[in-house]
């Protein structure tokens, strides 16, 4: 038998973030079907402000499982990001169309820092 393994993702905008969490959704249910998706949260941009007037962001935590490894779910991310607008210089430009992280991977805590803002935080809060 396959063993399905937890996967813990945020994912947040400040770009058209409900046009493109909607997308992002709408592809990660498809490939997750047990996806259970949280109630978005706003939150301000953390740490320095790249741009004078960067915009708030709008961040939702997911969870799902899966059988497949961490690299093809990040290739998908990128995919999905890359579908939002996403591109290597919309950080530097201080917009995010789509950011997709997988913060836990069955037992492995992928991003520990991102775990203690607080963006994640109220994010993860808010998930079902």
Same mark, same amino acid.
């Given at each position: 038998m396959i063993t399905k393994i937890t996967c813990i993702i945020c994912m947040g905008s400040n770009y058209k973030p409900n046009e493109n969490l909607s997308v992002a959704i709408t592809h990660l249910t498809s490939s997750f079907p047990d996806i259970i998706i949280g109630t978005p949260v706003i939150t301000p941009a953390e740490g320095k402000p790249v741009h004078h007037s960067q915009q708030d962001y709008t961040n939702q935590a997911a969870r799902f499982t899966t059988t497949r490894s961490i690299e093809s779910i990040k290739q998908?991310?990128?995919?999905?990001?890359? !579908?939002? /607008?996403? &591109?290597?210089?919309?950080?530097?430009?201080?917009?995010?169309?789509?950011?997709?992280?997988?913060? !836990?991977? /069955?037992? &492995?805590?992928?991003?520990p820092h991102d775990l203690d803002t607080s963006y994640v935080r109220l994010a993860l809060a808010a998930m079902p």
């Open positions: 998908e991310f990128k995919h999905i990001e890359h !579908i939002c /607008g996403r &591109t290597p210089q919309s950080k530097s430009h201080g917009i995010i169309p789509l950011d997709i992280d997988i913060l !836990i991977y /069955g037992e &492995t805590i992928l991003k």
